[in-house]
C-alpha cells in the first residue's frame, strides 16, 4: 500500500506562486510515474501533470503548460508541482496520484493511489 499526503496548498494572488508537495509513504514510489489532477467546485476532474519514474519524462495538461513544472525526488520519495504565473481558474483541490506504471499517464483510471487533496485559492 501507498499513502500519498500533499501539502503546500494555500491563497495566493494572481500571478503568485505555489509549491506543493506529495510524500510517499508505505513503499518507495520510485519505480511508479506519479500525477497530480485538480478539482474545482462542480467541475470534472482534470488532469494537470504526470512524470515517469525516473523524473526524466513530464506531461502537462493544455492549461498549465509553460507555467507548471512537476519534478520527483526518488531518494525523499517525495513528488513537487510548482505552479507559477497562478490564475483564478487555477484555483481547486490539488490531488497527487501514484501508477503501478513507470512511464508517465495523464487519464486517472492508471493510477492506483490517491491523496486526499490540498486545497489552492487564488485571489483575483
Known amino acids: 500500500q501507498v499513502q500519498l499526503v500533499e501539502s503546500g496548498g494555500g491563497l495566493v494572488q494572481t500571478g503568485g506562486s505555489l509549491r506543493l508537495s506529495c510524500a510517499a509513504s508505505g513503499r518507495r514510489i520510485s519505480s511508479f510515474a506519479i500525477g497530480w489532477f485538480r478539482q474545482a467546485p462542480g467541475k470534472e476532474r482534470e488532469f494537470v501533470a504526470t512524470i515517469n519514474w525516473s523524473g526524466d519524462s513530464t506531461y502537462y495538461g493544455d492549461s498549465v503548460k509553460g507555467r507548471f513544472t512537476i519534478s520527483r525526488d526518488n531518494a525523499k520519495n517525495t513528488v513537487y508541482l510548482q505552479m507559477s504565473s497562478l490564475k483564478p481558474e487555477d484555483a481547486a483541490v490539488y490531488y497527487c496520484?501514484?501508477?503501478?506504471?513507470?512511464?508517465?499517464?495523464?487519464?486517472?483510471?492508471?493510477?492506483?493511489?490517491w491523496g486526499q487533496g490540498t486545497q489552492v485559492t487564488v485571489s483575483s
Open positions: 496520484a501514484a501508477s503501478t506504471w513507470s512511464t508517465y499517464q495523464y487519464r486517472d483510471y492508471r493510477y492506483t493511489y
